[in-house]
């Protein structure tokens, strides 16, 4: 199964920050890639599909970009409520896999 | 508006199955995928497989060695995911996604499956 590693694990941040979270993949997967957001208690939220889209409703602060193994999230000015824990998933392949997820919290 | 409803909760002894239902309400039932995922508390999330809402076709991972199987009922518009040979390990919320990809993702609110002796 293809490994998704996300860095960093936790992260700590002000609200107005940009924030950067990374996924590497164990083998090139294309753009093959999304990004979710979860909160306690919550079903995850598509955030980003195919490495760099945004579904209807995801706000323009959220970006993806990336290809083959390395991709990145990006939030561009911190709100408050982007706090919670963001996985990658890769959709290349079967198994689909997770990272193991960033949570972001308050300085 | 897309729903998702799941069942309650349930509490299991190690060895029995659980059976989870997903029913669906607000768009066709058979033109997307229902996928199943697992979340263990406090872990990652974990993908279980899929069933193709129009013609039965399913997808499984093979973490689960044959234990899961998803079914559906179109007249109800309601997928399945049963479980067999629990054990502590299973302990976990178990979701339904409408397709995991895309612009028509959709999830339920999770089923908090127990298994204990």
């Known amino acids: 199964a293809i490994q998704m590693t996300q860095s960093p694990s936790s992260l700590s941040a002000s609200v107005g920050d940009r924030v950067t979270i990374t996924c590497r993949a164990s083998?090139?997967?294309?753009?093959?890639l999304c990004w979710y957001q979860q909160k306690p208690g919550k079903a995850p939220k598509l955030l980003v599909y195919a490495a760099s889209s945004l579904p209807s409703g995801v706000p323009s602060r959220f970006s993806g970009s990336g290809f083959g193994i390395d991709f990145t999230l990006t939030i561009s000015s911190l709100q408050p409520e982007d706090f919670a824990t963001y996985y990658c998933l890769q959709d290349y392949n079967y198994p689909y896999t997770f990272g193991q997820g960033t949570k972001l919290e308050i300085k | 508006q897309v729903q998702l409803v799941q069942s309650g909760a349930e509490v299991k002894k190690p060895g029995a199955s659980v059976k989870v239902s997903c029913k669906a309400s607000?768009?066709?039932?058979?033109?997307?995928?229902i996928h199943w995922v697992r979340q263990a508390p406090g872990q990652s999330l974990e993908w279980m497989g899929w069933i193709n809402a129009d013609n039965g076709n399913t997808k499984y991972s093979q973490s689960f060695q044959g234990r899961v199987t998803i079914t559906r009922d179109t007249s109800a518009s309601t997928a399945y995911m049963e479980l067999s040979s629990l054990r502590s390990e299973d302990t976990a919320v178990y979701f339904c996604s409408r397709d995991l990809v895309g612009v028509h993702v959709s999830w339920g609110q999770g089923t908090l499956v127990t298994v204990s002796s």
């Open positions: 607000g768009y066709i039932f058979t033109s997307h995928l």
């Open positions: 083998e090139g997967i294309r753009n093959d």
